[in-house]
């Protein structure tokens, strides 16, 4: 792009906030009352987490694989691209986390064992996404039919899966991250641009992630 | 002209349609100021109605109706030109959905981009955008910003050569590339150049407008409220007790009455959600104009704001 220097973040924002979260209200609308079970898989993931009953990475990894796929699709692709391009480039490689957790939950590889301070900081961090993020629309005066539901949102989505994966060990782990962090991270400069006192909620979840890797990683 | 039963029913039912339309005139909007595309002679209303964000609704089906109505006032009001492009995501279908409801006005001027950095695929951009719109042709092709500006002219030339579309033109915005942007103008027979310009953006003033006036191109005006920016800015201060002078009852309309009484100026584009915004921007475009004078007067107030 020449004179590339003269845009700032909210040239790129195609889109205003009452569209953008007008979105939410219709992806909603079309898919309750699935809401109750992908919280309640949410939940199950929590547990499994907890208990880590025989097999437990794979299905964690195959219920987290089939939201992500599924968000991918039903909102990146089908609603989000159709107001933002850039998002049609964006929602494959969201959509390419699933193959990533499928591949690695059946290698049998992945346990989710860690309780460090980290691990349990992700066990947070995933029932903040699960429990938190559907109850904000009051807080930032918008209507409850705009919220943002764990397995049918993407932000959630992201969050939980980085929580989970916090306290998750095994082969693909660390390339684990790098999908739902770099979502987050376009997430948040899109509602920064947008002007939204939401945005660095998606940030501070980015970034709480990597700061507990990067003091795992100084603790070993 | 053999005159059958036909056509004389035609003439008669058109006739009694500009009777009624006569006599409903009084409590009809004024029309717009009409302003020469210099190329052609075609005269345009001196407000448009862009589409950047403002149409960006996806397949909302309430917002899509809202685009609509926003057309629909726009038409009501006498304004013709549209402005899109490619790149402002679902806006296309956007406008196609509205002209559809709207039975296809036969007033509109379509403007539209291509906005692609591989030149081979100008020709399919500009065809996908067409059938987005429903229209057989297009009046305008602008290249947008640029992008490959060299193929994608000659493209344009070529489909103007045929007939494919009726005007040739390129876009810029907020003071970015003026300088390619004159050179451009000067090498290049282009009926149309859309920039920035307004009422604290007046650097096009320098070259660019006289240039146009020079080149007999056609000047279409970008980003009149700097996207809202400068509205939303000015909306506490008090306009000038002689803005009623000109006839500017709002902010708005004093911005647009500074643009548009520019002499090199054809048409200003501003973009809306709103049916009233629609209206009053259009009235921008009736009653007095500033004179060079008054336009300084004008400038200067809103600079010492
Ligand atoms: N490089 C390029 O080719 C290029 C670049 C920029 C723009 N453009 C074209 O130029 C068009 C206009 O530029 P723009 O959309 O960036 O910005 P703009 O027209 O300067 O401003 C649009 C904003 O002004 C507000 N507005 C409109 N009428 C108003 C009124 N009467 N009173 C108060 N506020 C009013 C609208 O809000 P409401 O919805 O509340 O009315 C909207 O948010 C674009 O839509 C696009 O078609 C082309």
Same mark, same amino acid.
């Given at each position: 792009?020449?004179?590339?220097?003269?845009?700032?973040?909210?040239?790129?924002l195609?889109?205003?906030?009452?569209?953008?979260?007008?979105?939410?209200?219709?992806?909603?609308a079309?898919?309750?009352?699935?809401?109750?079970?992908t919280?309640?898989?949410?939940?199950?993931?929590?547990?499994?987490?907890?208990?880590?009953?025989?097999?437990?990475?794979?299905?964690?990894?195959?219920?987290?694989?089939?939201?992500?796929a599924?968000?991918?699709?039903?909102?990146?692709?089908?609603?989000?691209?159709?107001?933002d391009?850039?998002?049609?480039?964006?929602a494959?490689?969201?959509?390419?986390?699933a193959?990533?957790?499928?591949?690695?939950?059946?290698r049998?590889?992945l346990?989710?064992?860690?309780?460090d301070?980290?691990?349990?900081?992700?066990?947070?961090?995933?029932?903040?996404?699960?429990?938190?993020y559907?109850?904000?629309?009051?807080l930032?005066?918008?209507?409850?039919?705009?919220a943002e539901?764990f397995?049918?949102a993407?932000?959630?989505t992201?969050?939980v899966?980085?929580?989970v994966?916090?306290?998750?060990?095994g082969?693909?782990?660390?390339l684990?991250?790098?999908?739902?962090?770099?979502?987050?991270?376009?997430?948040?400069?899109?509602?920064?641009?947008?002007?939204?006192p939401?945005?660095?909620?998606p940030l501070?979840?980015?970034?709480?992630?990597?700061?507990?890797?990067?003091?795992?990683r100084?603790?070993? | 002209?053999?005159?059958?039963?036909?056509?004389f029913?035609?003439?008669?039912?058109?006739?009694?349609?500009a009777?009624?339309?006569?006599?409903?005139a009084?409590?009809?909007?004024?029309?717009?100021?009409?302003?020469?595309?210099?190329?052609?002679?075609?005269?345009?209303?001196?407000?448009g109605?862009?589409?950047?964000?403002?149409?960006?609704?996806?397949?909302?089906?309430?917002?899509?109706?809202?685009c609509?109505?926003?057309?629909a006032a %726009? %038409?009501?009001?006498? /304004?013709?030109m549209?402005?899109?492009?490619p790149m402002?995501?679902?806006?296309?279908?956007?406008?196609?959905?509205?002209?559809?409801?709207?039975?296809?006005?036969?007033a509109?001027?379509?403007?539209?981009?291509?906005?692609?950095?591989?030149?081979?695929?100008?020709?399919?951009?500009?065809?996908?955008?067409?059938?987005f719109?429903?229209?057989p042709?297009?009046?305008?092709?602008?290249?947008?910003?640029?992008?490959?500006w060299?193929t994608?002219?000659?493209?344009?030339?070529?489909?103007?050569?045929?007939?494919?579309?009726?005007?040739? /033109?390129?876009?810029?915005?907020?003071?970015?590339?003026h300088?390619?942007?004159?050179?451009?103008?000067?090498a290049?027979?282009?009926?149309?150049?859309?920039?920035?310009y307004?009422?604290?953006?007046?650097?096009?003033?320098?070259?660019?407008?006289p240039?146009a006036?020079?080149?007999?191109?056609?000047?279409?005006?970008?980003?009149?409220?700097?996207?809202?920016?400068?509205?939303?800015?000015?909306?506490?201060?008090?306009?000038?007790?002689?803005?009623?002078?000109i /006839?500017?009852?709002?902010?708005?309309?004093?911005i647009?009455? %500074?643009?548009?009484?520019?002499?090199s100026?054809?048409?200003?584009?501003?973009?809306?959600?709103?049916?009233?915004?629609?209206?009053?921007?259009?009235?921008a475009?009736? /009653?007095?104009?500033?004179d060079?004078?008054?336009?300084?007067?004008?400038?200067?107030?809103?600079?010492?704001?």
């Amino acid at each position: 792009m020449s004179e590339w220097w003269t845009y700032r973040l909210e040239d790129f924002l195609l889109f205003s906030p009452r569209v953008y979260w007008r979105m939410f209200e219709l992806a909603n609308a079309a898919s309750w009352p699935l809401h109750l079970l992908t919280l309640a898989a949410g939940l199950a993931i929590v547990l499994l987490v907890l208990r880590r009953p025989r097999r437990h990475g794979l299905w964690i990894a195959l219920v987290l694989a089939a939201f992500f796929a599924f968000v991918g699709w039903s909102f990146l692709w089908n609603r989000y691209a159709v107001i933002d391009w850039a998002i049609a480039y964006v929602a494959p490689v969201f959509g390419l986390q699933a193959p990533l957790l499928a591949f690695g939950g059946a290698r049998g590889s992945l346990a989710f064992n860690r309780r460090d301070i980290a691990g349990r900081l992700g066990l947070l961090i995933a029932v903040a996404g699960l429990v938190v993020y559907p109850l904000l629309p009051p807080l930032f005066g918008r209507p409850w039919a705009s919220a943002e539901v764990f397995g049918i949102a993407p932000d959630p989505t992201a969050i939980v899966a980085l929580g989970v994966l916090l306290a998750a060990s095994g082969g693909p782990v660390p390339l684990l991250f790098a999908i739902p962090l770099l979502w987050l991270l376009i997430s948040g400069l899109t509602l920064h641009a947008m002007g939204d006192p939401q945005a660095w909620l998606p940030l501070l979840a980015a970034a709480t992630t990597a700061a507990a890797l990067a003091l795992r990683r100084i603790a070993r | 002209m053999i005159i059958t039963r036909r056509t004389f029913v035609k003439a008669a039912a058109a006739s009694g349609a500009a009777l009624v339309l006569s006599a409903a005139a009084p409590g009809a909007p004024p029309a717009p100021v009409m302003r020469a595309v210099p190329s052609s002679g075609e005269m345009l209303p001196a407000v448009g109605l862009g589409t950047w964000i403002t149409f960006n609704v996806g397949d909302d089906p309430v917002l899509r109706d809202e685009c609509a109505e926003v057309m629909a006032a %726009f %038409f009501a009001a006498g /304004g013709r030109m549209i402005d899109s492009s490619p790149m402002y995501g679902s806006s296309q279908p956007v406008i196609g959905y509205g002209l559809e409801k709207l039975s296809r006005p036969e007033a509109l001027f379509s403007a539209e981009k291509v906005w692609i950095s591989s030149a081979a695929d100008g020709p399919a951009q500009i065809e996908q955008s067409r059938r987005f719109w429903g229209v057989p042709r297009f009046d305008l092709v602008q290249v947008h910003n640029l992008v490959a500006w060299e193929t994608h002219l000659e493209t344009l030339f070529a489909m103007k050569a045929v007939g494919q579309i009726r005007y040739v /033109g390129i876009t810029t915005s907020e003071g970015r590339r003026h300088d390619l942007f004159e050179q451009i103008m000067s090498a290049h027979p282009l009926d149309f150049v859309q920039l920035t310009y307004n009422v604290v953006d007046r650097g096009a003033e320098e070259r660019l407008l006289p240039l146009a006036a020079e080149r007999g191109m056609g000047v279409i005006v970008n980003r009149p409220f700097r996207q809202g920016a400068l509205t939303r800015q000015l909306q506490g201060e008090a306009l000038p007790d002689w803005a009623a002078v000109i /006839g500017a009852k709002t902010w708005a309309q004093f911005i647009l009455k %500074f643009i548009v009484s520019h002499p090199s100026v054809t048409v200003a584009i501003p973009a809306t959600t709103r049916v009233d915004h629609v209206r009053e921007n259009l009235m921008a475009a009736t /009653g007095p104009l500033p004179d060079a004078a008054m336009r300084e007067r004008m400038a200067a107030y809103v600079r010492d704001l």
